[in-house]
């Protein structure tokens, strides 16, 4: 499945302050990952968030959110927000603010093979 590369480079655009952040492609589609932690990602045209078991219940109440249910079972603390929902870039940043958020307040993991920085991605 392809992914909509436009919604992965305003995603990269508003990563860019953030530190230890890395993609990768995955799934057919685009993610961010923090600390080595998944955060954000683009999946077809629907953006993929890591919001976090606390967080879930209230983020599946706001418009254009469903479940993140890729593989036949939900992943609860994951929700896809539909394409339309994101195109300003106030509302594109709330959610990026909020899977870099959850990422954040996990452990980092240590390097591994999946993925690469922004910056070893330019190169």
């Not at 919001?51 to 593989?71: H, N, Q, T």
């Amino acid at each position: 499945m392809a992914y909509d590369e436009q919604l992965a480079d305003r995603i990269r655009a508003l990563l860019g302050g953030t530190g230890d952040a890395a993609e990768l492609k995955m799934f057919g589609g685009w993610c961010a990952t923090v600390a080595g932690n998944m955060a954000i990602g683009v999946l077809g045209d629907d953006l993929i968030v890591r919001v976090g078991p606390k967080a879930y219940p209230d983020a599946l109440s706001e418009p254009g959110v469903r479940e993140f249910d890729f593989s036949g079972r939900p992943m609860a603390g994951w929700v896809f927000v539909d394409g339309s929902a994101v195109q300003t870039d106030d509302g594109l940043g709330a959610w990026v603010d909020r899977g870099v958020g959850f990422a954040q307040s996990l452990p980092a993991k240590a390097p591994g093979r999946a993925g690469r920085s922004r910056r070893d991605a330019a190169a």
